[in-house]
């Protein structure tokens, strides 16, 4: 991993800067209080959130601001990577979402995606998502000083629990804690297991009863058995007697209903004879009447007549209208003699009629009522002469209507006669069906009777008498067997229902065997075996932890008379000229040397042990060489030389540790606000 640039808003003293991280060994230098560990404080936000009462949002988030942000670029495995982390005021400062863009590719995530992204990224343990801080980041990236101080300072339990977590030796002491509350509940387990199985010899008993009971009633059902079936060959021999007399009943009634059915038969045999002869009179009496009839069309005669009587009335209508007319002016003519005659003065022109003038119209109109009466008449003459054809038509159509009718009666009488030959041949066919109907009935009937002289000597209610005994004989014998059966299948699933318990409690015992087995081993083996490993690993822990811490303690302080080692617990050792001295005597530098090498130490143990995560070719050193004499600054060149890792960034007010970095970064503080100058 390399870190490539951060960019600060509104974390801490920074409002809004972005520091680049060139190649190399990197210092980043300037006063206390300058914003040094502000950036580092920043990186370790931006990679996992917020520390529980480590690094809070307050702590963050830049006072009189209500929003902030961290952008941190770094390349991983050849991939460039930018994450930013959001943070914003509420009650009190607290994270909110941002983004991971890996190779161009973004997403929008929550505060936990980003960190679960990240621990992927890092590829560090997935436990540590849940913890508010990695002890891996913590102690092989960034150690604030403060802390590594701490540590060497801690209660030696407290110390080595520590350093357990950090190796991730603790599983093992956690494995042992869950053995010994397996076992306890292994035991538990047994113990309940036990008073579940303990009824076991009991429940045999019962099985070894109840299957004795069993087979002695099996063997009673096979006696009913053997009685069952000789009844019921008894009961098959009677039931055949007794179809053979229910048989002879049917037949006789058989033949009764077929005795009844010849009888109608030849009822209506005697009838179809007398409706033949009566048949055959009315056809010869229909002949004889018939005999004269000849066919004559009286249709086209009484439409001829009615269409000239259609046609005289026409001319009547005309000759009527005519007559209205010359009628109507002979009537105006009357009424203009009888007007002039009285009229004195003329109506139009008012001058005075004379007696002349009345003559002279008097005599036109006379002249005119002549002529139309002599019309009227000669009208009077057609339309009498007409109606007297009307009349004589009318005539004629009437006779040919009796004509008619007579003609229709005798055709019906024609229609009757054909019907009545139809009728006859019906009646013969019948007559046929019933005769050959009578020859089948009387051949059943002749076999009826065959069949009942073979079967008469039976006594029906006497056979039926004899099979209902047996029947209820064969009836009792089975119910009891039921009985028997129902029994035995009461004693069976009684049985199963043991045998299931008897099964569950031979598997509880298998179990109680198995939790033994399985209490034996974790007990005498596993954890054994855990203790072991454990020691071995602790073992080349310690060794490695203790040369490593050794040789960085040596390039740091050179003096013969200062010996300094690790204990079995991990607790440096310190020895002045041959006494064992406490860690409060030395002086400021000794105390930050000892931080520095048991840091570095601790740095590489995790390292080689966890080989995997991608962090282990960057470091962070926080005041490094606080209270260092100048031989001890010098003496710091070795440890950077020493180091050979691809990205050291040192925080440090000492100057002189500028002569021994490829790159310084110098922070200011001006009017409370941080920058790179």
């Known amino acids: 991993m390399k870190i490539e640039s951060i960019k600060l808003h509104n974390i801490r003293s920074f409002v809004d800067q972005e520091i680049n991280f060139p190649d190399g060994s990197i210092l980043l230098s300037g006063d206390i209080g300058s914003g040094k560990s502000s950036i580092l404080y920043a ?7 917020l520390i529980k009462a480590e690094v809070t949002g307050n702590e963050l988030l830049r006072n009189g601001t209500d929003s902030g942000s961290v952008t941190l670029n770094f390349n991983i495995d050849g991939k460039k990577v930018e994450i930013k982390r959001n943070l914003k005021l509420s009650k009190t400062a607290v994270q909110d979402s941002g983004y991971i863009i890996i190779d161009g590719k973004k997403e929008e995530l929550t505060p936990n995606e980003l960190k679960q992204r990240i621990l992927e990224i890092l590829n560090y343990p997935m436990e540590f998502l849940t913890k508010s801080k990695s002890f891996i980041y913590r102690y092989t990236v960034y150690t604030p000083q403060e802390d590594m101080k701490k540590i060497l300072l801690e209660k030696r339990e407290e110390r080595i629990n520590t350093l357990r977590r950090i190796f991730g030796i603790d599983k093992y002491k956690r494995i042992e804690e869950n053995c010994r509350v397996l076992t306890t509940h292994l035991r538990e387990s047994r113990k309940r297991l036990e008073g579940k199985a303990e009824d076991l010899d009991k429940l045999e008993n019962n099985k070894i009863e109840l299957q004795s009971k069993r087979d002695s009633i099996r063997n009673n059902i096979n006696i009913l058995n053997q009685q069952i079936e000789k009844y019921q060959i008894k009961l098959q021999e009677n039931r055949k007697l007794l179809e053979d007399a229910e048989k002879l009943r049917k037949i006789s009634n058989q033949l009764e209903m077929l005795q009844r059915d010849i009888g109608y038969k030849k009822e209506k045999e005697a009838e179809n004879i007398n409706l033949a002869e009566k048949l055959k009179k009315d056809i010869e009496n229909l002949e004889k009447e018939l005999s004269s009839f000849k066919e004559e069309n009286y249709q086209d005669q009484t439409k001829d007549i009615k269409k000239t009587i259609s046609m005289l009335e026409n001319d009547l209508y005309e000759l009527n209208k005519k007559s209205s007319y010359i009628q109507a002016k002979k009537d105006n003519s009357k009424r203009i003699m009888d007007d002039i005659t009285k009229m004195s003065f003329c109506p139009l022109c008012k001058q005075e009629v004379t007696s002349d003038h009345k003559h002279n119209i008097a005599g036109q109109e006379n002249i005119n009522i002549s002529m139309l009466e002599n019309e009227i008449m000669k009208f009077s003459n057609d339309i009498n002469e007409i109606k007297g054809k009307i009349e004589s038509e009318t005539k004629k159509l009437d006779e040919i209507i009796i004509k008619q009718r007579e003609y229709d009666l005798t055709h019906m009488k024609r229609i009757n006669l054909d019907e009545k030959k139809s009728r006859i041949d019906e009646v013969n066919k019948l007559m046929k069906q019933v005769k050959d109907e009578l020859n089948d009935l009387a051949i059943l009937e002749s076999n009826l009777k065959k069949d009942i002289e073979i079967i008469k000597f039976i006594d029906h209610e006497k056979i039926k008498s004899q099979f209902e005994e047996l029947f209820n004989q064969l009836r009792k014998l089975e119910v009891e067997r039921a009985g028997l059966e129902n029994e035995v299948k009461n004693i069976v699933d009684n049985l199963n229902k043991i045998q299931e318990g008897i099964d569950e409690k031979i598997r509880i015992k298998h179990e109680i065997e198995r939790i033994n087995e399985l209490n034996n081993w974790l ?81 590489q143990v995790i390292n080689n042990i966890i080989t995997n995560i991608n962090t282990n070719d960057i470091i962070i050193l926080d005041e490094p060489t606080d209270g260092f004499s100048e031989q001890q600054l010098e003496r710091m060149r070795l440890v950077l030389d020493e180091l050979k890792i691809n990205q050291i960034i040192i925080v440090s007010h000492e100057a002189k540790i500028e002569s021994f970095v490829d790159n310084v970064i110098r922070l200011k503080k001006e009017n409370h606000i941080s920058h790179v100058t």
Request: avoid cysteine.
């Open 43 to 49: 990186v370790e936000f931006a990679l996992f959130g």
């Open 523 to 603: 007990n005498e083996s596993f954890l054994n075996l855990m203790r072991i490993i454990e020691r071995k690993i602790m073992l080349k822990v310690y060794h490695d932890f203790n040369n490593l811490f050794q040789k960085w303690f040596n390039i740091l302080v050179d003096t013969e008379e200062l010996e300094i080692k690790l204990d079995e617990e991990f607790t440096p050792k310190i020895i002045q000229n041959g006494y064992d001295i406490d860690y409060g005597f030395l002086s400021g530098g000794e105390k930050t040397a000892a931080a520095l090498a048991y840091r570095l130490a601790l740095n």
